[in-house]
């Protein structure tokens, strides 16, 4: 998110530059200012760039304490740019993880392997607490012990290991995109949730309380799509709604903020015969 918010900024900059258009940086953006803007992507970009760039805009205003001039106005062009946005922006749906794929990957991946218990455990904890991949694991070689979870933050129920009187698992993720202070994830009891495959990985790999907690090459090979990081959130949010699990415990569950949750849903057709 940081990487595209510096490069939309730099965009508006490009922008303001070639219209002549003198902004200082320790003032606000003016709202006739955003409207134009906003107006100029009309035809060019599709509707969801131009809101990411405007959105990119409103967090450096935040981050710097000044005012916000976004508009009703503003927000009506925004509308107009998504009706006017050429065929070629259209990008297909990000396909989700699905429960098959799951089962698939379980069966290939190696219980004795600590890496692939790992992978195992990674992969049914993103998947079925909906979370996005940036919240459990590291992009780099190093752990950022301040935004990501180690052994100490997970809490497992009575039956997978932890103290007797639990009943259900959680885990504490200290940072993610929108709880900047943390935030608890529990993670419901089923055939193959989490909580065993996390004691699993602690055991297997002899993990210490603050020790940090090859998909697609399996789905590739058994003719299943390959899909990318934010399709385990897309998955689980599906999977779930598909069981028949209230829409409203789905969004809670996966910290959905926005109606942007609807935009996630796939397999239509069976959700909608789950709630009739």
Known sequence: TQKNYTSAYRHFEQWCSAERILVHRDTHVPEPILCAYAAAMSGVCAGGTARSRLA?????????????????RMQRILKAVHQAAPTSTHREERPPVTEAMLDEALEHLD????????????????????????????????????????????????????????????????????ERNGVWIWIAKHYNDPSYALADHIRTSRLAPDDPLRLNEIWSAAGMQRVTGHSFRIGGTTALLRAGVDPEVVKMAGRWKSDSFLRYWRALDVIISAHM
């Open 111 to 178: 219980p004795h392997r600590p890496f692939d218990v790992c992978v195992a455990a990674a992969m049914l904890t993103m998947f079925w607490c909906q979370l996005r991949m940036g919240e459990v694991l590291s992009l780099t070689r190093t752990y950022d012990f301040d935004a990501l979870p180690s052994v100490k933050c997970l809490r497992l129920r009575r039956d997978a290991g932890g103290e007797r009187d639990r009943v259900t698992s959680a885990l504490w993720l200290p940072r993610t995109k929108v």
């Open 56 to 72: 990119a805009l409103r967090f450096w205003h935040d981050r710097r304490g000044l005012p916000w001039k976004g508009s009703p």
